[in-house]
C-alpha cells in the first residue's frame, strides 16, 4: 500500500442500501441521491457508479463545480440537479447541457430569459420557495414575480421542480415548525397550479423527512446521508424501529477506513507518549504508530479518545492524535508487527468502529466526519 491509508466503499451496501430506501418509498416517489461534498467524503468517482448500478438516475450537488466533476463520469442520460452555487457563466453552461438547477432569485430567471434569446434552449428549473428555514428560498413577493417572469417567458423554462428545505426534520423538537412548512407548500403549490405551472417534481425532503414524515415525500425525495447507511440522527432510527417488529438497522455502512502500522515500540513505565505530557505510561507499554493523522481528517480531539481495531481487537489511542501519525496501545497484543491492518473506521472480525462512536468523542456529526475525508485518500471498491 502506497497510500498511508485506504477507504474502500462497499458495492453490496449501496445496493442493499437503495433497495431498502425504495421500498420504503415506494414506485411514485423518485430518488435524487445527494453526492455533494464529494459523496459525503465516499468519493463521486467511487460512490456514483455504484448508485446507478443500484437504478438511480438522478443526482444533486451543491455547486456547478461538482456537477461538472459529475458530468464526466455519470451514464448519457443520468439527471443532475444544482442545489446551490452557480455563477452567471454556470448559468449559461448548465443551460446548455441540460443541468438542472435552484432558482431562489429572480435574478436567475432574467440570466435565463437571456441566454434563451440567444440559444433557444430553455432552463430546467427548480424554484425554491421560503417556508420557514430562512436560507434560501424566494418569499411571497419574489414568488408572484418570478411566476410573472416565467408566465412572460414560457419557452425559456421547463419548470422541474417547486421546492423548499426543510429545517431540521431529524429532531421531534422541531415537529411543529416542520408541520407549518410543509403545510406552506402545499399552499404555494396550488398558488402554481392555479396559474396554470405545474412542475414536474415537487420536493421537499432529505433523509430524516423521506422517512419521518410521509406526507413530506411528494414526488421526489433528496436522498443524502441514508444512502450512505448513516441515520440523520439517534431519534430518525429510533423512530424508525419503533414501528417495527424487526429491531435490527436495514442499512450497511459503506465505507471503511483502513490503515497499516508503520511501527512498534516499548515505553517504559513513568515515561510520556508523544508530544507534551498528555499521556503518561502508567506501565511498560507497547504502542503501535499510525501513519494517520489530523491531516488525513482523524479529528484531534481523539487524542487519547478514540478507539482503532488491530489483530481483531479494539485498542486506545493514546496521546495527541498528530499532522500524520496517531499512536494506538497495543500492550495486551503482543503479536502485532509491521505491516498489520489497523480499521480506523469499519469492521475486523465480530467488531466495528462506526463513525457515530467517533463522533460522540469529538462532538462530530456523521456529517462532518465523513464530508472532511479527503479527496487525495484512494477510494476502492470492494464487493
Ligand atoms: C444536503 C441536502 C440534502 C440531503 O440531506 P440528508 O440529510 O443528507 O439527506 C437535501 N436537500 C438539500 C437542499 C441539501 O442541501
Known sequence: MADTSVIEISRKAVKGNIEFLREQLGENVLITSVVKSNAYGHGMDAYVPLAEEAGIEHFSVFSACEARGLMKIKKPKTRIMIMGWLDDMDIEWAVTNEVEFFVFDVRRLEKVISIYNNTRKPG????????????????????????????????????????????????????????????????????FGERGLLPEFRHVASSAAALTYPSARFDMVRMGILQYGYWPSAETFIQYIGRRKEKSDP??????????????????????????????????????????????????????????????????????????????????????????????????????????SFSEFSNQLNYELLTRLPESIPRQIVS
Open 124 to 191: 430546467l428549473i427548480h424554484i425554491e420557495m421560503e417556508t420557514g428555514m430562512n436560507r434560501t428560498g424566494m418569499n411571497r413577493q419574489e414568488i408572484r414575480k418570478a411566476a410573472d417572469m416565467i408566465l412572460k417567458n414560457r419557452k425559456a423554462f421547463v419548470l422541474k421542480g417547486l421546492c423548499t428545505h426543510l429545517a431540521g426534520a431529524e429532531s421531534i423538537a422541531n415537529h411543529v415548525r416542520i408541520q407549518k412548512q410543509i403545510s406552506r407548500f402545499v399552499r404555494l403549490c396550488k398558488w
Open 251 to 356: 442499512l450497511t455502512r459503506v465505507i471503511s477506513w483502513k490503515s497499516r502500522v508503520m511501527s512498534i515500540k516499548k515505553v517504559k513505565r513513568g515515561e510520556f507518549v508523544n508530544y507534551g505530557t498528555i499521556f503518561l505510561a502508567q506501565e511498560d507499554k507497547n504502542i503501535a504508530v499510525i501513519p494517520v493523522g489530523y491531516s488525513h481528517g482523524y479529528n484531534r480531539s481523539l487524542s487519547n479518545q478514540g478507539r482503532v481495531l488491530i489483530n481483531g481487537h479494539r485498542v486506545g489511542v493514546i496521546g495527541l492524535v498528530n499532522m500524520n501519525m496517531l499512536i494506538a496501545d497495543v500492550t495486551q497484543l503482543p503479536g502485532v508487527k509491521a505491516g498489520d491492518e489497523v480499521v480506523l473506521i469499519g469492521s475486523q472480525g465480530d467488531l466495528t468502529i462506526s463513525v457515530a
